[in-house]
C-alpha cells in the first residue's frame, strides 16, 4: 500500500500554475493516524514517551495555528471522520481538515515558513497517510 505524506515536486508545480492568481482556496485535507506516532526519522527530536497519532497531530495543528494566522488563513473545520457513505469500503479515514488559504502566495508562505517547518516534524510523526486536494469556489 502506497503512503501519501508529502507534495512531489511536480504536483506541487502543476498546483502551482493550476491555481495561482485565482483567489482563496480551501484545502481538503483527510487524515489517517499511526496508532503510536513515529518520531524515529528525526534524530534531533528526543520525544521521552510514546504518544498517539492524534495526539502527535493535536500538537502540530496547535504549533502550525499561528504560523497559519499569521499568513492570513483560517482552519475553516477540523473533526473526525471513519468510514464513507459513498466510497470504497476499503477506504477510510480518521480526520478531516479544511484549511483556508487567501491565495496560492500566501499558502507557500505559510509551507515555507521556518518556524511551522521546524513544528511539521509532528505531523510527518503523526500520519499513517493523508491526502491533500486544493480546491478553489466554482464559478
Known amino acids: 500500500m502506497e503512503n501519501y505524506l508529502e507534495a512531489t515536486q511536480e504536483l506541487g508545480?502543476?498546483?502551482y500554475l493550476e491555481f495561482n492568481g485565482k483567489g482563496k482556496?480551501?484545502?481538503l485535507n483527510l487524515l489517517?493516524?499511526?496508532d503510536i506516532a513515529d518520531y524515529s526519522s528525526f534524530d534531533e527530536y528526543d520525544f521521552q514517551e510514546e504518544i498517539?497519532?492524534?495526539d502527535a497531530y493535536q500538537l502540530y495543528i496547535d504549533k502550525a495555528l499561528p504560523e497559519l494566522e499569521k499568513a492570513g488563513s483560517r482552519v475553516l473545520y477540523f473533526g473526525k471522520s471513519n468510514s464513507y457513505l459513498i466510497g470504497p469500503e476499503s477506504e477510510s479515514w480518521d480526520a478531516v481538515l479544511l484549511v483556508e488559504h487567501e491565495s496560492v502566495t500566501k499558502f507557500m508562505e505559510f509551507a515555507n515558513n521556518s518556524e511551522y517547518l521546524k513544528?511539521?516534524?509532528h505531523r510527518t510523526a503523526a500520519l499513517k497517510d493523508s491526502r491533500l486536494l486544493p480546491t478553489i469556489?466554482?464559478?
Do not use: D, L
Request: proline letters at 0%; a positive charge.
Open 13 to 15: 508545480k502543476k498546483f
Open 32 to 34: 489517517k493516524f499511526n
Open 25 to 27: 482556496i480551501v484545502m
Open 137 to 139: 469556489k466554482s464559478e
Open 52 to 54: 498517539s497519532g492524534k
Open 119 to 121: 513544528n511539521k516534524i
